[in-house]
């Protein structure tokens, strides 16, 4: 984040103040982050809401880019004033607006300017910015061509620009972009023909090209936008910064994005994570083949990143991947109407075999399942079908079907448990009754409430287009073709899994693994001798720590050592190359297998020495290792490794393993850390799932030791990414009774060439994980002024139930400080809300919850107190909030967590914390002044605002009677 100072308000003496005499304010119930935003401006109001905007490069010369930017901001009226700027002076005014050569020419009487639309030569850019910062000009949009997408040149003028926005605190879209639409407001910075009819969903692009085409397609399409936005090459304002505001905005209910670059990976997960809890986000991306790639890449001026590690991106953050454009905006009108499917097997139902077949098709190959036919539903079709009826899925009900058969077959259907939702096919027979067999299915979804999504397919065109008009009106999707159908329903499922992903919070910490020091002497041994390869047997040691079994191995340095190796470990045996520098050990005949005698392993000691020696030199070869010839009859070959992305850092695979793997391809990656259920459907993912489940008279192997094993690996990555290049299992022998990896690579980062980073002292060249674990280091037992034993640890995603039994005992008078409202109970106890409160990006905000008990594992365990901070985008101020329960307050609970935040913000760099309190809460502002924060009152907002700078704040400012738990060591990311 940049950093930015913000020096303290001025004191003003706190009045008396009632509840009678505050102005009352509503909080905003879509807000993501639960604080008082409502406060303040937020920092993308002046791109979205601007009230007065400067048009640089405005013109009245035909066909130019500032004529059509002046023309449309004009004809669709935003609400406030243009400011057209023109470098000739000759130009009084433009389309009758008084227009100014540079905006320091612009009255400082008419007030500040909220945003700058430049659409200048970019060579000008820089002094345009320049002058926008003298002005205080708080947005801009730059429109301008001419950067990174040039090359060399145009990239060292796009990070000049950038650091002129920085410097003025200027958020600024583009360059090379459209422009900023908000149908809402009636905004339209772009220069489009139009401005887009007004609607529910978001559309975000980097194309330009694309906003225009997709504009033009929903003018017709009579589909509108609660925003349109061409985001350009995101020299500031990128995925995240957008996703961020549009999750609080209330006119948003999805959001839908064109993407070519990812760009700061790191700010999209963690705002598409926080924000599809309750939006849904689709993603088109092109560049799945390396061709489109490196298009999007020349496009764009950025790197496009591996489409696979994306794909595990999209997956862990609840984002939606589709692969058409037109499936956009058919999985957000489907997502609106009907609910998500619990499980991936549909129930076709179709008066016709040929369709049934093609939507079958579609549904396999999309990743769905056919969903079985129980014995009662099996039943219960035969009392009402003739007998030449399917009897499968698909449920061909023949040409002849009746609009009642058709009603009586899916509400039939629906109440299988087996049946996760449902798709109707109609195609138009002589006997056939379109409009009459919509009605009746219209009816039986009204019946079934919601509990199972229904699609339908029309199949034709005038004669069924009443038919599709109801089922429209009652919120059923039809679609022309039922394989599309059928795909929509995959998404919809794959929606779900990814939304699932979300509540799933790993947790690790070093304390996990105390033999992980033994790790850190074997990184400092290899890299003082400037090594950057661990030996297999190092690489064993290291994983031995983690909790990873690994086959027994005796380093051996001459051929008797060798021999004196393989009589102790017994006979058969492995006699593999030990060298410091050579990874792939079967390239270079560095591994002998099935050996029997003590000559034969001295032989095979001499045939890989010299090996070794006619392909590199001696000094590759530090002799051999001995290993017993693990048994592999009745196991499977797998691979689990680990290497770094150029966006999302460290990246996990996993999947078949062997000699073969990159033939076999079959493989998954995820981003660490995981748990188990993240490392499950990581193994679900890959083929050769099905096999380890048991097959062909094999018995399963061991799937949750399996499952703890990878866990335990993602917890090395974790612990060590910043050391930790690359880090290889192959093969990883696994059974039904064991798990054992046989051989073992780790490939470290380049010591010499890695910048240390001044806060963290951590690589700054190496990418950070992309995800942030649990923070486990906040749990602590603490003793109230009462005597009460209180447990002190971060929320998670299932503490809802405990959330909303609190709020059951938090009085009327303590909401209304907290939220400044008389927020009820069922609002403040939402679903869609708590999801946001209960899950949280612990690397933006950090949530401390307080429950009564040191254990809390019964269900009659109490959660007491709940305090937030959450920092503001795009600086380095965080704004804190806090709700104790009535009973408890007085206690010091309120106290003991805010000095845990502070103790978190001070780790984290932050430089600031505000607050914001009602006058007549008198006990929290105490609190507040007693750990250091500075007051001032707000008379237009009747509030205390509270501020306390880190920056100043010492040690011995703070109360040592006071037991702080403050981190002199990361122990968690």
């Known amino acids: 984040m940049t950093s930015v100072h913000f020096p303290p308000p001025n004191l003003q003496p706190l009045p008396q103040v009632t509840r009678a005499n505050v102005h009352h304010r509503s909080v905003s119930k879509s807000a993501a982050h639960d604080v008082f935003k409502h406060f303040q401006q937020r920092p993308l109001d002046s791109l979205f809401r601007p009230q007065s905007i400067a048009v640089i490069g405005a013109s009245d010369k035909e066909g130019s880019v500032g004529r059509t930017l002046l023309w449309n901001l004009m004809r669709s009226p935003f609400g406030g004033t243009i400011y057209p700027i023109n470098v000739n002076p000759r130009k009084k005014n433009i389309f009758g607006i008084k227009s100014y050569t540079r905006v320091q020419d612009i009255p400082s009487s008419d007030g500040q300017i909220d945003m700058a639309v430049i659409a200048v030569n970019a060579k000008h850019v820089k002094q345009v910015m320049e002058d926008c910062v003298e002005v205080g000009i708080k947005a801009a949009v730059i429109i301008s061509a001419g950067f990174k997408e040039t090359g060399a040149e145009g990239a060292q003028l796009e990070r000049e620009v950038y650091e002129i926005a920085c410097k003025g605190k200027i958020r600024v879209v583009g360059p090379n972009c459209l422009g900023v639409m908000n149908p809402i407001v009636g905004l339209n910075a772009t220069f489009a023909t139009q401005i887009a009819k007004p609607g529910n969903v978001a559309f975000i692009s980097q194309s330009g090209a694309m906003c225009t085409s ?60 926080e924000v599809a809890m309750t939006k849904p986000i689709i993603v088109i991306k092109p560049g799945r083949t390396e061709q489109a790639a490196a298009a999007a890449a020349s496009h764009t001026g950025s790197l496009a990143g591996s489409d696979d590690v994306l794909d595990a991106a999209f997956k862990r953050c609840g984002v939606l991947r589709v692969n058409k454009i037109r499936e956009v905006f058919e999985i957000v009108e489907l997502l609106g109407k009907q609910p998500r499917p619990k499980g991936k097997h549909l129930t076709i139902v179709t008066n016709a075999g040929g369709p049934g077949v093609i939507s079958t098709d579609a549904l396999i190959e999309s990743g769905g399942q056919l969903s079985w036919i129980s014995d009662d539903t099996m039943k219960s079709l035969n009392e009402i079908l003739p007998p030449h009826w399917s009897h499968s899925n698909p449920i061909d009900i023949l040409g002849d079907a009746t609009p009642a058969t058709y009603a009586k077959v899916v509400e039939i259907a629906a109440q299988d448990e087996y049946s996760d939702g449902i798709l109707i096919v109609l195609t138009p027979q002589s006997m056939t009754d379109p409009s009459a067999t919509a009605r009746g299915i219209a009816e039986i979804a009204r019946k079934i409430g919601g509990r199972k999504p229904i699609l339908a397919s029309w199949m034709g065109g005038k004669g069924v287009e009443e038919g599709r008009a109801i089922l429209d009106e009652a919120g059923i999707p039809t679609y022309d073709y039922p394989d599309s159908a059928a795909e929509m329903f995959s998404y919809m499922y794959k929606y779900s899994v990814n939304l699932s992903q979300l509540y799933e919070t790993p947790r690790w910490c070093a304390e996990m693994h105390p033999e992980s020091l033994k790790v850190d002497t074997i990184i400092a041994e290899a890299q003082s001798s400037g090594r950057t390869i661990l030996t297999e047997l190092e690489s064993k040691q290291l994983l031995s720590a983690y909790g990873i079994p690994t086959v027994t191995t005796i380093l051996a340095c001459t051929a008797e050592e060798a021999a004196l190796a393989a009589d102790g470990v017994g006979y058969p045996v492995v006699v593999k190359i030990n060298s410091e520098t050579i990874t792939h050990k079967t390239d270079v005949g560095g591994v002998k297998l099935n050996i029997h005698s003590a000559e034969q392993v001295r032989e095979a000691f001499c045939e890989i020495e010299k090996d070794v020696e006619a392909k590199f030199s001696r000094d590759y070869f530090q002799g051999v290792t001995v290993q017993p010839m693990v048994d592999v009859r009745d196991s499977y070959e797998l691979i689990v490794g680990a290497s770094p992305d150029s966006q999302f850092g460290p990246v996990m695979l996993f999947g078949s393993g062997g000699t073969l793997v990159e033939i076999y391809q079959d493989k998954a990656l995820a981003l660490p850390p995981l748990n188990s259920n993240l490392a499950h459907l990581m193994m679900k993912e890959t083929k050769i799932y099905k096999a380890l489940k048991g097959t062909r008279g094999r018995s399963s192997v061991d799937l949750s030791a399996l499952e703890r094993l990878i866990v335990n690996f993602s917890h090395l990555v974790m612990e060590k990414w910043n050391w930790i290049r690359e880090i290889e299992i192959n093969p990883l022998l696994v059974s039904n009774n064991s798990l054992v990896a046989l051989d073992a690579r780790v490939i470290l980062h380049d010591a010499c060439s890695m910048d240390v980073d001044d806060y963290t002292g951590r690589a700054a060249k190496v990418i950070r994980p992309a995800i942030r674990p649990y923070p486990t280091q906040y749990e602590q037992n603490w003793v109230s002024k009462k005597g009460r034993v209180i447990l002190i640890r971060a929320i998670m995603p299932e503490d809802e139930p405990l959330v909303v039994d609190f709020h059951k005992r938090v009085s009327e008078e303590s909401v209304y400080t907290r939220f400044f409202s008389d927020m009820k109970y069922e ?45 503001e985008h795009g600086v380095d101020v965080a704004e804190f ?9 007085g206690q010091g609970i309120g106290e003991k967590l805010l000095r845990e935040l ?72």
Not at 837 to 845: L, M, T
Request: one cysteine or more.
């Open 827 to 871: 609002e403040r106890t939402s679903h869609d809300r708590l999801t946001r409160v209960c899950h949280i990006d612990y690397d933006r905000d950090i949530a401390l919850v307080a429950l009564d008990g040191e254990k809390c594992s019964d269900s009659d365990c109490k959660l007491v107190a709940a305090a937030r901070l959450t920092k």
């Open 214 to 273: 997709i504009l033009d397609w929903s003018l017709q399409a009579n589909v509108g936008f609660s925003s349109f936005v061409s985001i350009g090459s995101m020299l500031d304002v990128s995925w995240g910064d957008i996703i961020y505001y549009l999750g609080d905005d209330p006119n948003t209910k999805a959001i839908a994005i064109y993407m070519e670059t990812i760009g700061d990976a790191r700010s999209f997960m963690s705002a598409a994570a």
């Open 881 to 889: 909030s806090i709700l104790v329960s009535d009973a408890y307050q």
């Open 902 to 973: 502070v103790c978190h913000a001070k780790a984290e760099g932050l430089h600031a914390i505000e607050a914001i309190v009602m006058p007549s809460n008198r006990a929290m502002i105490h609190v507040l002044e007693k750990v250091g924060f500075e007051a001032s009152y707000d008379k237009e907002e009747g509030v205390v605002k509270q501020y306390l700078n880190l920056q100043k704040q010492s040690e011995e400012e703070r109360d040592p009677s006071v037991q702080l738990s403050c981190f002199t060591e990361p122990i968690c990311i």
